[in-house]
């Protein structure tokens, strides 16, 4: 069974979705997080209401013009 690891090391095309843009909601020990990934660079947002963390990332997804975010 093929290693995806290390698949991806051996062929640097196969980690494009890496980078792609995209927006994540991640809540984890009772803060919300916003990941923006925007080409090659991550940005992380920290909120204490995921309402807040909601609105911040449909503001960012607007501004990205993106059809959805994750939420994970």
Not at 29 to 48: L, P, Q
Request: charged share 35%; glycine share 2%.
């Amino acid at each position: 069974m093929p290693n995806p690891q290390r698949d991806a090391f051996d062929n640097p095309e196969s980690c494009d979705d890496l980078f792609e843009t995209r927006i994540e909601v991640v809540e984890a020990h009772g803060e919300w997080s916003v990941h923006v990934v925007e080409e090659d660079e991550e940005r992380i947002y920290s909120f204490v209401l995921e309402s807040f963390a909601l609105a911040f990332a449909e503001g960012q997804r607007m501004r990205l013009k993106l059809a959805d975010f994750m939420r994970l």
